[in-house]
């Protein structure tokens, strides 16, 4: 239990309910959960479920009809075929990685993931005894890494590779061409799997257009895809996720799911079916707000001295450098919830990689945002007054 991670979001949040109890109003932008509500129609069909005995234990890899659902959207949005037996239900997309990362790394096992990354990835490569190796997420590189110095980092020890596009924290997204190259590196070590975690593949802009690595040949017969329905329906609460893999993996994957959680419950699978099948409008005006809140919060957090904001062409956070503010991230974060009232992320949130940056989540208002951008305006000038004896 010492090599045990957490997720600082939900640390922060706490912090700031805390805060908000003492009657502190507090700007939320640091959890990365939609602010929008189910949609009616998933709703309905998880309360029909209900009515119709959805109630009982199903099957450790989900209900048939659901991984069917599964794997036909899966064909469609992937360009590859998939079968029901190549598909897992999951409470959530957390037991993908966990089960996965369990299933597949010994101790001494090598790792490699992104940093700054999702915190659960080196929380269970350190927890099952394997070693991360972290792949550099650069600025510089439009928050991408650079494929040269991933091919420098396998070695004959090896086990998994971890993509995320598009990514948390920074927003980063690979383009067909970057998947590309990764191919190319990976067919010179064909013993690598590959856990692709493509849960925000639906929260695009512009012109950007999600590919899967699972579509270049011979890449999904060692590919985890991990996605679900937190994110692109609003379905947090839920706990819905999903794998698809090797059928060999899948089996051990739902004996990994027997021990630990039975199933995924029933009820929640059948309204899953309905957002995969059911009318998709809510999604792309879902999407279409967050676009409109990335462009208030990157404009609002450039106009703040000492700090630059990369505009991000995916999910909805943004990842903006704060290095000529002189303090350290975790200091800035901290400062920000205390004297300003606003929930944000140090970057080492998500690797020592991260340091020099915040991560802010603009699932929130456009009216909050603006406050926030406000209230940080007001409050980093008294930061850059601050003595080191005072910090």
Same mark, same amino acid.
């Given at each position: 239990?010492?090599?045990?991670?957490?997720?600082?979001?939900?640390?922060?949040?706490?912090?700031?309910?805390?805060?908000?109890?003492?009657?502190?109003k507090i700007i939320h932008l640091q959890i990365g959960e939609p602010d929008f509500d189910t949609p009616k129609n998933?709703?309905?069909?998880?309360?029909?479920?209900?009515?119709?005995?959805?109630?009982?234990?199903?099957?450790?890899?989900?209900?048939?009809?659901?991984?069917?659902?599964?794997?036909?959207?899966?064909?469609?949005?992937?360009?590859?075929?998939?079968?029901?037996?190549?598909?897992?239900?999951?409470?959530?997309?957390?037991?993908?990685?966990?089960?996965?990362?369990?299933?597949?790394?010994?101790?001494?096992?090598?790792?490699?993931?992104?940093?700054?990354?999702?915190?659960?990835?080196?929380?269970?490569?350190?927890?099952?005894?394997?070693?991360?190796?972290?792949?550099?997420?650069?600025?510089?590189?439009?928050?991408?890494?650079?494929?040269?110095?991933?091919?420098?980092?396998?070695?004959?020890?090896?086990?998994?590779?971890?993509?995320?596009?598009?990514?948390?924290?920074?927003?980063?997204?690979?383009?067909?061409?970057?998947?590309?190259?990764?191919?190319?590196?990976?067919?010179?070590?064909?013993?690598?799997?590959?856990?692709?975690?493509?849960?925000?593949?639906?929260?695009?802009?512009?012109?950007?257009?999600?590919?899967?690595?699972?579509?270049?040949?011979?890449?999904?017969?060692?590919?985890?895809?991990?996605?679900?329905?937190?994110?692109?329906?609003?379905?947090?609460?839920?706990?819905?996720?999903?794998?698809?893999?090797?059928?060999?993996?899948?089996?051990?994957?739902?004996?990994?799911?027997?021990?630990?959680?039975?199933?995924?419950?029933?009820?929640?699978?059948?309204?899953?079916?309905?957002?995969?099948?059911?009318?998709?409008?809510?999604?792309?005006?879902? *999407?279409?707000?967050?676009? $409109?809140?990335?462009?208030? @919060?990157?404009?609002? /957090?450039?106009?703040?001295? =000492? +700090?630059? #904001?990369?505009?991000?062409?995916?999910?909805?956070?943004?990842?903006?450098? *704060?290095?000529?503010?002189? $303090?350290?991230?975790?200091? @800035?974060?901290?400062? /920000?919830?205390?004297?300003? =009232? +606003?929930? #944000?992320?140090?970057?080492?949130?998500?690797?020592?990689?991260?340091?020099?940056?915040?991560?802010?989540?603009?699932?929130?208002?456009?009216?909050?945002?603006?406050?926030?951008?406000?209230?940080?305006?007001?409050?980093?000038?008294?930061?850059?007054?601050?003595?080191?004896?005072?910090?």
């Open positions: 239990m010492l090599t045990i991670g957490t997720e600082t979001a939900f640390e922060v949040l706490a912090r700031a309910r805390a805060m908000e109890a003492q009657g502190k998933i709703r309905e069909a998880g309360k029909l479920a209900i009515d119709k005995g959805f109630t009982h234990y199903g099957p450790s890899a989900g209900l048939p009809q659901t991984r069917t659902a599964v794997a036909e959207y899966l064909t469609k949005t992937r360009g590859v075929k998939f079968e029901r037996d190549e598909i897992i239900i999951m409470p959530g997309g957390k037991p993908v990685m966990f089960f996965t990362i369990l299933a597949l790394v010994n101790p001494g096992d090598e790792v490699i993931y992104p940093n700054p990354g999702f915190p659960i990835y080196e929380s269970m490569i350190k927890f099952v005894g394997g070693k991360p190796v972290p792949l550099p997420i650069r600025e510089e590189n439009d928050f991408n890494f650079d494929p040269q110095e991933l091919e420098k980092l396998i070695t004959p020890k090896t086990k998994l590779f971890i993509i995320n596009s598009p990514a948390n924290p920074t927003g980063g997204f690979l383009e067909k061409e970057d998947l590309a190259k990764i191919v190319q590196i990976m067919a010179r070590h064909p013993d690598v799997a590959i856990l692709s975690d493509e849960i925000y593949s639906r929260i695009l802009y512009g012109d950007a257009v999600h590919h899967s690595i699972t579509e270049f040949p011979g890449m999904k017969e060692r590919t985890i895809i991990l996605d679900g329905f937190s994110k692109t329906y609003a379905m947090t609460g839920w706990r819905l996720g999903y794998a698809a893999a090797p059928k060999e993996l899948i089996l051990k994957l739902a004996t990994l799911a027997t021990n630990c959680h039975s199933c995924t419950a029933s009820f929640s699978q059948i309204a899953a079916i309905e957002a995969l099948q059911g009318p998709q409008e809510s999604v792309d005006q879902m *999407v279409a707000e967050f676009k $409109r809140r990335r462009d208030v @919060i990157v404009e609002g /957090l450039n106009s703040l001295p =000492g +700090v630059s #904001c990369h505009t991000p062409k995916a999910a909805f956070y943004v990842f903006p450098n *704060v290095k000529k503010l002189g $303090r350290s991230s975790k200091e @800035i974060a901290d400062f /920000l919830l205390l004297e300003a =009232g +606003v929930a #944000c992320l140090a970057g080492t949130s998500f690797g020592s990689l991260g340091e020099g940056y915040l991560r802010f989540s603009y699932a929130n208002s456009v009216e909050n945002i603006r406050a926030g951008i406000q209230k940080m305006a007001e409050a980093l000038p008294r930061l850059a007054q601050r003595t080191p004896a005072a910090r």
